[in-house]
């Protein structure tokens, strides 16, 4: 069941293992239930960009804890034509450690969750944010020295640039 939907997102974005960057967001780290949108907008964009900067010109794959995060990474991704992938959500992602009625769900309610992961551990390079998710993914992926932690402690870690496939750095504004 999960190689399945996992194969299907490989195809339908062009992804090849080891071929791509990912980049992680964790929006909500911690007891965190609310961050502004122009602040989730500028972290997505961030994370985006350092994981181009890492492998130029993409493909990027995104995962966020957030729906809202992974809208505007499509949306990012649509209007400057970039290869931006992600699973797509009708609502926030269920979380592992947030989740109070875990034990009431069908195991596969948190397929995503391992889909995200597996696509993270697949990608080439990874830039990801706080808490052990993304780096877990950093560390399963095809290179774990090729990374960057984007957002740490409440504040960006390190300001990014889209870089296109020749490797020149791209100002594209938010979406």
């Known amino acids: 069941r999960l190689q399945k939907r996992i194969d299907e997102h490989m195809e339908t974005y062009s992804l090849t293992p080891g071929n791509y960057a990912s980049a992680h967001l964790r929006a909500m780290y911690g007891n965190r239930k609310f961050r502004e949108p122009n602040e989730t907008i500028a972290l997505t964009v961030n994370a985006i960009n350092c994981a181009s900067e ?40 269920l979380h592992l450690d947030k989740d109070t009625q875990w034990t009431q769900r069908h195991p596969s309610a948190f397929d995503d969750v391992f889909i995200d992961l597996y696509m993270l551990g697949n990608s080439r390079c990874v830039a990801y944010s706080n808490g052990g998710y993304g780096k877990f993914g950093q560390l399963l992926s095809y290179n774990s020295s090729c990374s960057v932690q984007h957002f740490r402690k409440r504040q960006i870690e390190r300001n990014c640039t889209w870089v296109d496939e020749n490797g020149e750095a791209q100002k594209l504004p938010p979406p």
């Open 54 to 93: 890492l492998h130029h010109g993409g493909p990027i794959y995104f995962a966020a804890d957030i729906k809202f995060a992974v809208d505007v990474a499509q949306e990012y991704g649509r209007q400057r034509d970039l290869p931006v992938a992600s699973l797509e959500f009708n609502e926030d992602p």
